[in-house]
């Protein structure tokens, strides 16, 4: 499909069958909660804080500004057309072919390592209270449950995260409440030191300078990760057209209040120089609270946190997966359903390449990490600058006749668009400052030429059938 097709698809072209639209709302909103906030707020914080002091705050501001505009315009690409494959048939439909397999097969690519990356941290939480415990058996166990579950049905994931994520929610909330009241009363061990002032005081607020915010907004957008998340449940939401603009909105705003919320409290309680890099700063800030088993209640709590990403990384690979096959850009075996009407094949082999993961555990713990984050940030970038061209594509086929408007829309486009996608760019380029993040950059050529190949292949054969549906002329 060429540009010259844009916007073509109609809302009332059926989707591919087998999936059930058991999603709810109060799912549908912690599901992107939970996918978003997971290790990169939990253990990561550590590490960026180390990084660049109180100018954390600014990082996670000018990365959460563009994440708004990510939301906004895949809001209003949902309210156009609802679907399972969501950003790849996007793509298809507004970029051209080749970029909708590209996104389709990338966005999976992503979720089997921040999989990869959420059993790892689950190892390093279990350390704290188990340190002989080998790192690998944690990560093990965690992958094991989580892939059985996502097995039975849609509505069970469905509740499993909400569940998961609302404990999540209640303990950042919490450590920002008691936090708030040990600056306000002066209370528990912390309260004699902590004061606001410690977020500009001894080195400032930026004590490393402008560079250091640019160093740490790889970590940021990390941390992000998953936001896009509604994107995927689109085909298994039920009143898709009500519930993701809702969702959207709502989200973005509570994940802002509860990284910078969070993050502001935490550097406010203790100076920032003594929250190291590999250590929760949740559990090191209740130790200090002085709390009877605060410290081990937020380290149960943070491995929910990763379980919970981890959880949302199975089910959006196994749909990405059932998505491809559908459309005969993956093996068809991947778009077959069980009983429950869960793709589960595509399941099977996702969790399986996520047990990489425990491999990399084995072998080398002390990089996994930071490796398989950054690697997993490339596919990110990949998959939200093609959300935003993919937008600009959908609104000249809006001004063309070519597609439907839809009154849920994005702000400042088409300049937003742009300066999105430059952001996406700039942080990809930053990742070669670090020595351990660079392995990104190793991998990324490496991976998308195996995709020029097996698009070339599949065209080739003529396997490939178009992520974005035929037209259904109005009025048929």
């Known amino acids: 499909m060429s540009s010259m097709t844009t916007g073509r698809a109609s809302q009332r072209t059926p989707e591919p069958q087998g999936?059930?639209?058991?999603?709810?709302?109060?799912?549908?909103?912690?599901?992107?909660?939970?996918?978003?906030?997971?290790?990169?707020?939990?253990?990561?914080?550590?590490?960026?804080?180390?990084?660049?002091?109180?100018?954390?705050?600014?990082?996670?501001?000018?990365?959460?500004?563009?994440?708004?505009?990510?939301?906004?315009?895949?809001?209003?690409?949902?309210?156009?057309?609802?679907?399972?494959?969501?950003?790849?048939?996007?793509?298809?439909?507004?970029?051209?072919?080749?970029a909708g397999f590209v996104t389709g097969w990338s966005y999976w690519f992503m979720w089997v390592t921040i999989g990869m990356a959420e059993i790892t941290a689950v190892s390093i939480y279990v350390h704290y209270w188990l340190?002989?415990?080998?790192?690998?058996?944690?990560a093990l166990v965690t992958l094991t449950v989580l892939y059985l579950s996502n097995r039975i049905a849609v509505s069970v994931f469905g509740e499993l995260e909400f569940w998961f994520a609302l404990v999540k929610v209640v303990m950042i909330l919490a450590m920002i409440g008691i936090g708030i009241a040990v600056l306000a009363f002066g209370i528990t061990p912390l309260g004699a030191t902590a004061s606001l002032t410690n977020l500009?005081?001894?080195?400032?607020?930026?004590?490393?300078?402008?560079?250091?915010?640019?160093?740490?907004?790889?970590?940021?957008?990390?941390?992000?990760?998953?936001?896009?998340?509604?994107?995927?449940?689109?085909?298994?939401?039920?009143?898709?057209?009500?519930?993701?603009?809702?969702?959207?909105?709502?989200?973005?705003?509570?994940?802002?209040?509860?990284?910078?919320?969070?993050?502001?409290?935490?550097?406010?309680?203790?100076?920032?120089?003594?929250?190291?890099?590999?250590?929760?700063?949740?559990?090191?800030?209740?130790?200090?609270?002085?709390?009877p088993g605060a410290a081990s209640l937020v380290n149960f709590v943070v491995i929910t946190a990763a379980?919970?990403?981890?959880?949302?990384?199975?089910?959006?690979?196994?749909r990405m997966l059932y998505t491809l096959a559908q459309y005969r850009q993956a093996p068809r075996a991947f778009g077959r359903v069980n009983k429950g009407h869960v793709p589960s094949t595509a399941i099977t082999f996702s969790?399986?390449?996520?047990?990489?993961?425990?491999?990399?555990?084995?072998?080398?713990?002390?990089?996994?990490?930071?490796?398989?984050?950054?690697?997993?940030?490339?596919?990110?970038?990949?998959?939200?600058?093609?959300?935003?061209?993919?937008?600009?594509?959908?609104?000249?086929?809006?001004?063309a006749g070519r597609a439907r408007a839809v009154a849920f829309r994005m702000p400042c486009a088409p300049v937003a668009n742009w300066l999105v996608v430059a952001f996406m760019l700039v942080v990809s380029g930053l990742l070669a400052f670090d020595p351990e993040t660079r392995v990104a950059l190793y991998v990324a050529p490496i991976w998308f030429a195996l995709l020029g190949i097996g698009y070339r292949i599949s065209r080739?054969?003529?396997?490939?059938?178009?992520?974005?549906p035929v037209a259904v002329p109005e009025g048929a």
């Not at 340190?131 to 944690?138: G, I, Q, S, T, Y």
């Not at 379980?307 to 196994?318: D, E, M, V």
């Not at 080739?460 to 974005?468: I, K, P």
């Open 19 to 98: 999936l059930q639209r058991g999603l709810k709302d109060r799912h549908i909103q912690m599901i992107a909660l939970g996918g978003a906030i997971g290790v990169g707020l939990f253990l990561g914080a550590g590490r960026a804080i180390s990084l660049a002091g109180p100018s954390l705050i600014l990082s996670y501001a000018i990365g959460g500004i563009a994440v708004f505009f990510i939301m906004r315009a895949l809001g209003e690409l949902l309210t156009y057309r609802p679907v399972a494959g969501s950003f790849a048939s996007y793509a298809e439909e507004f970029v051209g072919p080749f």
């Open 131 to 138: 340190p002989d415990l080998p790192r690998w058996l944690p």
């Open 200 to 291: 500009w005081s001894g080195q400032g607020f930026m004590p490393f300078g402008f560079l250091g915010v640019a160093m740490t907004l790889q970590i940021v957008m990390f941390a992000f990760q998953g936001v896009e998340l509604i994107g995927v449940t689109a085909g298994e939401a039920e009143n898709p057209e009500r519930v993701l603009p809702h969702a959207t909105n709502s989200v973005v705003w509570r994940i802002l209040l509860f990284y910078i919320g969070a993050l502001v409290v935490m550097m406010a309680l203790v100076p920032w120089s003594e929250l190291k890099p590999g250590v929760s700063p949740f559990v090191f800030l209740f130790e200090r609270i002085g709390i």
């Open 307 to 318: 379980a919970s990403s981890c959880n949302s990384g199975i089910f959006s690979t196994g």
């Open 351 to 399: 969790a399986a390449l996520m047990g990489i993961g425990v491999v990399l555990n084995y072998f080398v713990p002390e990089h996994a990490f930071v490796w398989v984050t950054s690697i997993s940030l490339v596919s990110a970038l990949w998959t939200w600058s093609i959300i935003m061209v993919a937008h600009l594509g959908y609104r000249k086929a809006v001004a």
């Open 460 to 468: 080739a054969r003529g396997t490939l059938q178009s992520v974005a």
